[in-house]
């Protein structure tokens, strides 16, 4: 059987490439789920302010995945986008991988942890 996964430097390309956007992040569509692999560079990119970073994944079908494994902090303005992705995402549910204890411990205090499910 053919892999069957599509690899994209933005997501918007992926998704809207009529959209000249570039993110901070690369999607990893497979069947039954989307892998979101975010940047380092989301901390200070103004781009995940833009809904089309987000609102790309309305009427996916199957979990959506965010990989922040990159990522030695998370700040309010990725734990914003990761509210407004879930939002969008609905019924998917989305789910955190890779997370230090740095950014779990973040998340859990922005009670982020009650709404999606965060793993190390």
């Avoid at 781009?47 to 922040?68: C, F, K, P, Q, T």
């Avoid at 740095?102 to 009670?111: D, G, K, Y």
């Amino acid at each position: 059987m053919p892999d069957q996964t599509k690899y994209s430097g933005s997501a918007q390309r992926l998704f809207f490439p009529e959209e000249g956007i570039d993110l901070p992040f690369a999607v990893a569509n497979k069947p039954g789920q989307v892998l979101i692999t975010l940047d380092a560079r989301a901390l200070t990119d103004a781009a995940l302010i833009d809904a089309r970073s987000y609102r790309w994944v309305h009427g996916v079908r199957g979990r959506v995945v965010v990989d922040v494994s990159r990522m030695a902090m998370i700040n309010s303005s990725c734990c914003g986008w990761l509210v407004n992705l879930m939002r969008m995402a609905k019924p998917a549910p989305l789910g955190i991988v890779g997370a230090n204890s740095r950014v779990a411990e973040t998340l859990h205090l922005m009670r982020l942890d009650a709404l999606m499910k965060v793993e190390g």
